[in-house]
């Protein structure tokens, strides 16, 4: 185009160098109202289409990620009430842990004090029991004693079983009378040594 309008200008023609042939607008602008109206017609609706099934995605997804959104911050809140309820209850078993523990404890101790107690009464059974078989037998020894003694002095037999036993008893008893004077006194010289 550029070569044709050369020519034509050094030919002389009524043809000017800015302006194109009068045809060439009519064609040109024909050319670009049928461009115009394909593209108006069938492109357009085609890129609108396009961009509104874009929009309405995007729209979509953002509807959807606040509504994730929103649930995400429900199970949160969710999760946190849990862990708050877990936290109680954990506590709550402690506390009954440590509650049944001092229970338990302190019937131990009353069972170990109401086993000491049975134990120190039994010993004290055994003991008194033990004491009076030593004293029985203790009798029994210095009765015989005694009265093998006595026979020795009084130079007769006492072979009577009522007599023996009376000479025991009167010797035991000035024995014990003996015992506490003698418990007495070191009662007294304590006392006094204070």
Known sequence: MIATTLVLAAEGGEQ????PATYDI???????????????????????????????????GL????????????????YKAQLDEARTEAARVREEARAEGQAI????????????????????????????AAAISLRSDVGSLATDLAARILGESLSDDARASR????????????????????DADRVKGR
């Open 16 to 19: 000017s160098i800015l302006l």
């Open 167 to 186: 000479v025991v008893d009167r010797f035991l008893d000035e024995l014990d009378g003996q015992l506490g004077a003698s418990a007495d006194e070191a």
């Open 105 to 132: 404890l302190a019937e131990l101790r009353s069972k170990a004090t109401a086993d000491a107690e049975r134990i120190v009464e039994t010993a004290h059974r055994q003991i008194e029991a033990e004491r009076q």
């Open 63 to 78: 509807k959807r990620a606040e509504v994730a959104q929103e649930e995400a911050a429900a199970l949160i809140e969710q």
């Open 26 to 60: 009519v064609w040109s602008a024909v050319c670009a109202l049928i461009i115009g109206l394909v593209f108006w017609k069938v492109v357009l609706p085609v890129f609108t289409r396009i961009l509104d099934e874009r929009t309405e995605l995007i729209e979509g």
